[in-house]
């Protein structure tokens, strides 16, 4: 693994670059640009951790694996793009190497004042267009999901609220996430 220094100047870079840095080192990749990844905040990652432990105790045993940040997903061969939601689920193993290859079937991202506007629109359309079947920005500040389940290649978009007891995993059959444990009892 590398770099102790990475040229953060450079202009372009590879999947084989990025697949040679230190795990640490927290960035992605933009059509070959480097996007570097700020520090997430502690509700960011409470979320995160509660909606990943709640997948990963329904998943026990089943074919589908949960995968929470960092993890890289290579969602076209022919793109320098490597993206680290913050949770993928993926039922087909042949997809995972050291990264997820293809479109994993479920990708939840934890919206943060740095990276809204690439989760609703540069990630949103990479993933529509890329068939992840189900897309979800949970923003922890406002307290609630938007849901985006592939229909005919384009989301379908559902609100989810604190008010709401359960949201519904699509993809996940009897799947539902316990909202009040995810956003805090009020």
């Excluded at 040229?7 to 059509?31: G, H």
């Excluded at 700020?38 to 074919?63: D, R, T, Y």
């Excluded at 949103?124 to 500040?141: C, F, H, Q, S, T």
């Amino acid at each position: 693994m590398q770099p102790l220094f990475i040229d953060r100047k450079k202009e372009y870079y590879t999947v084989e670059e990025y697949l040679t840095w230190d795990e640490s080192f927290r960035a992605e990749l933009s059509e070959g640009r480097l996007v570097m990844m700020a520090p997430p905040s502690a509700s960011h990652q409470e979320v995160l951790m509660e909606i990943a432990a709640q997948l990963h105790a329904f998943l026990k045993g089943k074919p589908c694996k949960v995968y929470p940040a960092p993890f890289g997903v290579k969602l076209f061969d022919n793109e320098e793009t490597i993206y680290e939601p913050d949770i993928a689920v993926i039922c087909d193993k042949s997809k995972i190497d050291k990264i997820c290859y293809g479109a994993p079937d479920l990708v939840i991202e934890v919206r943060s004042p740095a990276t809204a506007r690439r989760d609703l629109n540069e990630k949103y359309k990479k993933y529509e267009l890329a068939g992840v079947r189900e897309y979800w920005i949970v923003d922890p500040e406002a307290n609630h999901i938007q849901a985006g389940v592939l229909h005919d290649g384009k989301y379908i978009t559902k609100l989810f609220g604190a008010e709401d007891e359960l949201a519904p995993v699509s993809v996940l059959e009897g799947c539902a996430i316990n909202l009040k444990d995810v956003f805090g009892e009020e």
